[in-house]
């Protein structure tokens, strides 16, 4: 897929979009907006403007263009008038409706995975994230072959360009599954280097951050082990995961930081960077990060929780980190109240979550470095438990 961001006589541009959604099945409106607003950061951090939003409440999508024919020629309407780019649909559309909106609309048509595929390519660095993102790619693109070759006789045109038979479609589609098989097998091998650094380690309790995407694990990262991991207000900022040794009281233990999770990741994508997530399947303790000022910040953590429960993880102890207080404060704290008042509500706010996670949650800032020493201490002692636990002939001298 091409950038979002084209150079125009030296200048820099971004494309135009709108976003579509739908409220169906059990989706509420509440939740749609919620929806909506990730589905215009990842946009954003893409690197195109959304200029709208259009939204339907339907008993399901509709199957030849998933929004209604009303609804889709209001948008056919704005397109023309504001000479949209690009249209991006919440939900993964199919390959028969993604065809039939770029015929009506004329514009460069993409869903949520797609969107998510695009921003993976961008931030893979790695060969093992490379591989991962481009195996996904081509999983992606192989049902859509059909409409992709549709897509390019119309370009062509004129006599002699026929659009191209069953025998073509089913060549690509033969080259596309050996590719896939190639990067397959290439994971494979980059996953036994993989398991054999892992135990070159030696005897050191793993902790590994986990959590929503853009929820500050990188940055707590870098405050706790001074590393530089990329830390970003984007999405998807880190896709590699980077294990960092770091000695507090004498103590060695190793800390990684992974990919953030998010809603409606494509099934593809999570098959693709499953070896990447086995670094918190191998983790002794899990950091579980949350953006205490997201507004869906709860729903947020079911997300996570999902996720560890669908990787058969919940074994694990897990010490709840919240983060982003300092925002959290400029949001939620009127101006006027008064100082006791606004301690008296944080105090109800951390007892809360004690309560719920059964003591094993801290607050913090991590920009600010609030609270941190708390954080340490509460992730050393649960790192001294465990290694009594796990190597009793190991002495430190605390």
Not at 8 to 14: S, Y
Not at 92 to 112: G, M, N
Not at 216 to 244: C, H, P, Q, W, Y
Request: one cysteine or more.
């Amino acid at each position: 897929m091409q950038s979002f961001e084209t150079n125009i006589q030296g200048k820099t541009t971004f494309e135009k979009a709108i976003l579509v959604g739908l409220i169906y099945g059990e989706q509420t409106e509440d939740q749609l907006i919620e929806f909506m607003d990730e589905l215009e950061f990842l946009t954003n951090t893409a690197g195109a403007n959304v200029l709208k939003r259009f939204t339907q409440k339907l008993p399901h999508p509709d199957v030849r263009s998933f929004v209604g024919k009303g609804k889709l020629e209001e948008i056919q309407e704005y397109v023309q008038i504001k000479e949209i780019d690009l249209i991006i649909f919440d939900d993964e559309i199919s390959p028969k409706q993604q065809a039939h909106i770029e015929e009506a609309l004329k514009i460069k048509v993409l869903d949520r995975s797609n969107l998510i595929l695009d921003i993976f390519a961008r931030h893979a660095k790695t060969a093992q994230a490379k591989t991962q993102v481009e195996m996904a790619q081509l999983q992606y693109i192989l049902p859509r072959l059909r409409g992709m070759w549709t897509h390019l006789e119309r370009q062509r045109g004129g006599i002699g360009m026929r659009g191209p038979g069953e025998q073509e479609i089913e060549t690509d589609r033969r080259i596309i599954q050996r590719k896939i098989k190639v990067l397959k097998d290439k994971l494979v091998k980059i996953e036994k280097q993989n398991i054999t650094r892992r135990k070159n380690r030696g005897d050191m309790i793993r902790v590994s951050f986990v959590g929503y995407t853009n929820v500050g694990k990188s940055t707590i990262m870098n405050a706790l082990s001074k590393s530089d991991v990329l830390a970003e207000n984007k999405l998807f900022a880190t896709l590699d995961t980077t294990v960092r040794k770091v000695v507090y009281q004498n103590i060695p233990f190793l800390l990684s930081d992974t990919v953030g999770f998010i809603r409606k990741l494509p099934t593809h994508l999570i098959e693709s960077f499953k070896s990447t997530l086995d670094e918190v399947r191998e983790s002794d303790l899990l950091l579980h990060v949350v953006d205490i000022a997201h507004p869906q910040y709860e729903d947020q953590i079911a997300a996570v929780n999902q996720l560890l429960v669908d990787m058969d993880v919940t074994d694990k102890p897990c010490l709840m980190v919240f983060n982003k207080l300092d925002v959290y404060r400029k949001r939620h704290f009127d101006e006027f109240l008064m100082p006791e008042e606004k301690q008296d509500l944080e105090r109800q706010l951390v007892q809360s979550w004690k309560k719920k996670s059964q003591d094993n949650a801290v607050f913090v800032s991590a920009i600010n470095k609030e609270n941190f020493e708390q954080l340490r201490f509460e992730m050393m002692e649960r790192i001294k438990k465990l290694y009594q636990q796990r190597y009793p002939y190991r002495v430190f001298q605390y």
